[in-house]
Structure formats: structure tokens, C-alpha cells
């Protein structure tokens, strides 16, 4: 390499006189440039970016020539060779002056092409980084709050300071790098936008919300940190002001004042449709893997709790009111587009079928299943036909909760069981059929409406809605909310979930729960679903309730549902007393089906531990219910379990004396009762 004085002085002469040439310039920018970042020292390198930035500065003509085909060398000097992921970057020369050389670019090259070049090289951080991001292994670092600083012109009107320093919480250099290259292309293609003088401004806005979107969501799995997205597209949406339509239009017959006028109009509303639909978008993307925490705060007020946020959790409430007032202020009508959400959750289910129209048990497996898959039908075919600017409408059901979250008050007064059913399956179960449609922060809220729905309405009304609605729909919801809580790692959510579907099993039907029960049992991959249902169904069993005049909808019901105690052992009136599920020979042999395929399974010798818990968790139920259950079947299950431990030797199966001590317990029973 030349030595850095000379090479200085050919860049600095370039730019006076070779002002006729643009692409030489350009040309030789490059390659000493490139040959500086490859070979050059930190000194070398940091002289070579800061001269750079005075010459773009002090040549604000040659600047708007050329300056939107510099940026893609000058990313490149952002790379671990020229930073420590591990340093403050506010004393990191290197970085500093590439900001400001974009900064320069941003106020005094060619909007427009400034814009385009800003778009596609955020484009290709989608592919070119997520790829890379998948290969190498994260490395820890100690410095998580790296208290920097950017250069004052570059990040002017933002928002949050802590959009800079969150890159010293990244885990991955991959993604350290991805978003501090983010970072500044997001704010000169902000910049960028603010320039542009024309008469149609949502065709470049349009093009930056369809860029960002894209980079959002091919990014929105890998960021550690979802904060960074929220923050980004908040402040690119907040900070959007709408271009002044150009002065030098030239009004005449063919383009009238009245003409004009109509442009400007139809331009600002299509602007703020853009803004609104980022907005949508840019609060439920992100955060896929975050909870809203809605149901929990729910579920905490009714069972008069203290609701408490951890840290974490608060920092992405406060964003979420940020986002929440924001689309305020884009005069989105969140009530009204829920209310459009509910429709649509009608339109999609209102036809499944009642269970009578099922000829045989092969036509209810093809409707069960149709049922799983109607909300993602239907929403690719959505996606397929969209042609307008619409909502996000995963965005919208965020907002319903954030409402709460917010205010403490609902956004609507009144929600009926059916439509938080639907609600709830239109936003959970394509997720089941394509990754695309996952988000946990959707599903809590529509959790959260679940359990408005059941402590609101009326206990004779929801009942009959239950009763009335299809039954397909019915052990669908219940499928999905067990087959979701089983994945479920928050111990909180989890418990509170499965309270939720103990309360839906307790308002549904009797024959339509136990049936649901039962399905799990045989044919249900998952151990955890089989034991939670098992542990279900022994309180049901167990559980009294009032039956005036046949009906169990009575006032302990309505209480415990209020108090939230499944498992209360208060006693129940003495005098016609039911139980919710209601023990007899058909539903306890079904059981004990199931349960000699356990035992058939526990034995074997590539028995899982699964097997030998699920067994376990059987034993335990019978001897809650021995005084109940059939005692035939009982000794048929104790038989075969003293046939198998004899045939097993006690080091090769798991929790053996567990099982050989809870087994001699139901034999103790049966002589006792000789």
C-alpha cells in the first residue's frame, strides 16, 4: 500500500480536479478505499474515513453527484477487524466517521438516488448476513449497555438513546455487526425520504415500508434483542415527515388547482395508510417469541394478585404504549378494526358443521381437520388477493391488549365466548401448518380475551353458546390451548393456561370434555398432554356441583369461576350433588384402555421415561379414586403391573420402587376391604 500522507493527497487532489470525471473519482475512491481497509492500519484507516468526511463535507456539489455510491464501501469498514464488539463505540474513530461521512451523504447527496441505494443495501443485510448468522457460533462478551453516543447530526430526533448502545447487547458478532450496519442505513434512508421533492411521496415511502418489512421479518427470529426492531421501526415511523409538494409545478388546463389538490389529498391519506400498516406490522413481527403478558395481568386481577413485570418485560411494555399511542396518532381506529378483526374470525367459522351432520367417524376426522386448517387457508388466500394498504391485523390484536396493558379498561365491554373461540383459533392455529404465522405475543392476547369472555358473560349464556357451538370447534380450541401449553417454558403461563382449559372443560358438555380427555389419552404424541389431562379429569371426576333441576349452571360455579379455585375443597351441597364429569362403567373401562396400553408401554425394553411417569401419574389417579372406580378393574391393572415388575429387574427400570410401592397401595386397599 502507498504510504497513507501520499495516498491522502491523491483523494484530496481527485476531489478538485477531477470534478469533470465523476466515475473516476468515484473509481478511485473505492479502491484506495478498499485497499486502505484491507492493508492499512487503525491510525491509517481512521485517517483515511476522516478525511473522507471533510472532503464530502466541504464539497457539498461533488457530494450530491456521487455520494449515493459511496455508502457500500463505507459499510465495509464496519467489520471485527476495525471494531471491538466488546468497546465502547463511541471512542471507535472508525465508527464515528463512517456516521458521518452517511450523515454528509444524507444532507447533501441526490435524495432519490441516496434513497434507492439506502434501500438496497438494507435489502441485502437480509440474506447475506441471516445467512452467516446461522454458521458461527455466538460468542459471550461482558459489556451489555455500552454507554455511547453517536455523533449528534446522526441521530438527530431520535427517540431513544438506547437504540445505540443496544448493540453492545448483542450475543453474536454476526448480529453485532448486522445492527449497527441497520442502524445507520435506517436513519439515512430516513433522511433520505425527508429530501425528496415530489408530488407523489408514498411511492418512496412505499418502497421503504415494503424494504423494512422485509428486513424486519427475515430478522425477526435471530435478533437476541426484539427491542432493537421495535425501536427502529418506531422511530423510522415517528420520525416520517411528509414531503411539501414541490413549488414548481406548473398549473394549467390540463392540471388544474382543483387537480392538484386532489393529488395532495389522496397522497397524504395514502402516506399515513403506509405509516399505519408499518406501525401494525412493526409491533407484532418483532416480538414472535415475546409474551404481552395480558392474560397473566388478567388472570392476576380476577384472582386479586399482584401483577409485577420483570425488567425485561417492562422495557417492552414501555415500547408497546409507545407503539400504542402512535398508532393514536395515525387516527387508527383500534376499537373499530377490532371489531373488523371479530367479523372476519365469523366469516372464517360460522360454517363448520354441527357433529349430526357426520355420517361416520371418518367424516368427523375430515371435519376435525378441516377445522385446524381453515383460519391458514384462508389466510393465504388473503394474502394472495390483498392488493390495497391494509392493517396488520396481528398488529391490531396486539393493540387490544396493550389497550388493557395501558389503561386497565377493556377495548370492547362485551365479548362473547364464541367470537374470543374464534378469535383465538384464527390467530394460533396456522401456526401449526407454516412458522410464518408464529407469534406468542398474538396468542396471549387472544388468551386474554378467552378469559374476558368466560368471567363476563353470563354463565347461562356462555354454557349455551358452548353447548350450541359446533363441536369440532369446540375440541379444536381445546387441542390447540393443551397442544400449545405443553410447549409452553413460562411455569406462570403454563399454570395459568391449563387453569383456562380446566374452566372450558368445566362449561362444555360433559360427554364433548370427556371425549376430549379421551382422545388425548390415545392419540396425543405428547406425555405432558396425556398427564395434565389425567390430572383434569381426577378433579372432574371428583369435583361436585349443584344440579337444580338437572342443570349444573349453579352458583358455585358462577364462584368458583370467579375465585378461580378448580381444586377448592369446599364442600358441596349435600342434597343432589353431580360431579362434572360423572364416573361410569364406560368412561372408567375407556380409561382402563388406556391405561393397560401405559403399562404395555412402561415394560418394553426401549421404554421412555415419558412412559414410566405417565404410568405413574395413572396409579396416582386410581388411588384418589379407588373408593369410586370399579374395583374389577383396579385388580386387572394391579395384575398386570406385579406380572411386568417380576419380568424387569429393578436397576433397568426408572422409579421402580415408586411404581412397586404405589401398586402395593391399591392391593393394600383391596384387603382391606375383605
Known amino acids: 500500500m502507498e504510504p497513507i500522507d501520499d495516498l491522502l493527497f491523491e483523494v484530496t487532489d481527485a476531489f478538485k480536479t477531477q470534478k469533470e470525471d465523476l466515475l473516476e473519482l468515484v473509481t478511485l475512491i473505492d479502491i484506495y478505499g478498499e485497499q486502505v481497509n484491507q492493508e492499512g492500519s487503525y491510525e491509517e484507516k481512521t485517517r483515511f474515513i476522516e478525511t473522507l468526511n471533510t472532503l464530502l463535507e466541504d464539497n457539498p456539489s461533488t457530494t450530491g453527484e456521487i455520494g449515493w455510491d459511496l455508502p457500500k464501501g463505507l459499510l465495509k469498514f464496519l467489520s471485527k477487524d476495525n471494531v471491538d464488539v466488546n468497546g465502547r463505540l463511541g471512542t471507535n474513530m472508525i465508527v464515528q466517521g463512517v456516521m458521518k461521512c452517511f450523515y454528509a451523504i444524507s444532507i447533501q447527496g441526490e435524495p432519490k438516488k441516496c434513497l434507492i441505494t439506502g434501500l438496497e443495501l438494507l435489502s441485502s443485510l437480509c440474506s447475506k448476513d441471516f445467512s452467516k448468522s446461522d454458521q458461527q457460533n455466538k460468542e459471550d462478551f461482558v ?206 367459522y360460522k360454517s363448520v358443521p ?188 371428583r369435583r361436585r356441583i349443584s344440579t337444580k333441576d338437572n342443570d349444573s349452571e349453579t352458583d358455585l360455579i358462577v364462584e368458583k369461576l370467579s375465585k378461580l379455585k378448580v381444586n377448592d375443597s369446599n364442600k358441596a351441597q349435600q342434597s343432589n350433588i353431580r360431579h362434572y364429569i360423572q364416573l361410569d362403567s364406560s368412561k372408567m373401562k375407556a380409561v382402563h384402555d388406556c391405561c393397560l396400553q401405559t403399562i404395555q408401554d412402561s415394560f418394553t425394553a426401549d421404554a421412555k421415561k415419558s412412559d414410566i411417569l405417565l404410568l405413574l401419574t395413572y396409579l396416582n389417579i386410581f388411588i384418589v379414586l379407588k373408593k369410586t372406580w370399579d374395583e374389577d378393574l383396579l385388580k386387572i391393572v394391579c395384575s398386570k403391573i406385579d406380572s411386568n415388575l417380576k419380568s424387569v429387574e429393578p436397576d433397568k427400570l426408572p422409579k421402580y420402587k415408586e411404581i412397586v410401592d404405589k401398586n402395593e397401595s391399591l392391593n393394600d386397599y383391596f384387603t382391606g376391604i375383605k
Request: charged fraction near 25%; hydrophobic fraction near 40%; glycine fraction near 2%.
Open 143 to 348: 459489556d451489555k449497555k455500552a454507554n455511547t453516543l453517536p455523533p449528534e447530526g446522526v441521530i438527530e430526533n431520535s427517540s431513544n438513546r438506547k437504540d445505540f448502545p443496544s448493540y453492545g447487547e448483542s450475543k453474536s458478532s454476526n448480529e453485532f455487526f448486522l445492527k449497527l450496519k441497520s442502524y445507520i442505513l435506517f436513519e439515512f434512508i430516513g433522511a433520505s425520504l425527508k429530501r425528496i421533492s415530489t408530488l407523489f411521496p408514498s411511492k418512496y415511502l412505499g418502497a421503504a415500508v415494503s424494504t423494512i418489512e422485509k428486513f424486519v421479518y427475515s430478522h425477526a427470529d435471530t435478533f437476541e434483542d426484539a427491542l432493537f426492531l421495535l425501536r427502529r421501526v418506531y422511530t423510522f415511523c415517528r420520525n416520517y415527515i411528509p414531503p411539501d409538494p414541490p413549488k414548481d409545478i406548473q398549473l394549467n388546463e390540463d392540471f388544474t388547482r382543483e387537480m392538484f389538490d386532489k393529488v395532495v389529498e389522496e397522497e397524504s391519506e395514502l402516506q399515513v395508510r403506509l405509516l399505519r400498516r408499518l406501525c401494525t406490522f412493526g409491533i407484532s413481527t418483532p416480538i414472535k417469541t415475546v409474551t404481552t403478558n395480558a392474560d397473566v395481568k388478567y388472570y392476576c386481577a380476577l384472582n386479586q394478585q399482584k401483577f409485577e413485570l420483570s425488567a425485561y418485560y417492562t422495557e417492552y411494555l414501555e415500547l408497546f404504549c409507545r407503539y400504542y399511542q402512535m398508532a393514536f396518532s395515525l387516527d387508527v381506529d383500534i376499537e373499530g378494526e377490532f371489531q373488523n378483526v371479530i367479523e372476519e374470525c365469523r366469516i372464517i
Open 354 to 541: 354441527q357433529e349430526i351432520s357426520a355420517v361416520n367417524d371418518e367424516a368427523k376426522l375430515v371435519l376435525e381437520r378441516m377445522v385446524y386448517k381453515l383460519a391458514y387457508t384462508f389466510e393465504v388466500q388473503k394474502a394472495a388477493k390483498e392488493k390495497n394498504v391494509g392493517l396488520d391485523y396481528n398488529g391490531v390484536i396486539l393493540f387490544s391488549g396493550i389497550h388493557y396493558l395501558e389503561t386497565n379498561q377493556h377495548l370492547v365491554k362485551e365479548m362473547n365466548i364464541t367470537d374470543a373461540i374464534y378469535l383465538y383459533l384464527r390467530f394460533t392455529t396456522p401456526s401449526l401448518y407454516s412458522k410464518v404465522y408464529y407469534n406468542v405475543a398474538v396468542e396471549s392476547v387472544s388468551r386474554y380475551w378467552l378469559w374476558y369472555a368466560i368471567t363476563t358473560e353470563p354463565l347461562e349464556d356462555v354454557k349455551k353458546e358452548l353447548k350450541n357451538l359446533s363441536v369440532f370447534v369446540t375440541k379444536t380450541l381445546l387441542h390447540v390451548l393443551l397442544q400449545k401449553n405443553c410447549i409452553q417454558v413460562n411455569q406462570q403461563l403454563r399454570m395459568i393456561t391449563f387453569t383456562l382449559l380446566t374452566r372450558l372443560l368445566c362449561l362444555i358438555p360433559e360427554k364433548v370434555a370427556f371425549e376430549f380427555i379421551l382422545d388425548v389419552l390415545k392419540t396425543s404424541p405428547l406425555p405432558l398432554a396425556k398427564t395434565s389431562v389425567l390430572c383434569v379429569f381426577k378433579d372432574l371426576s
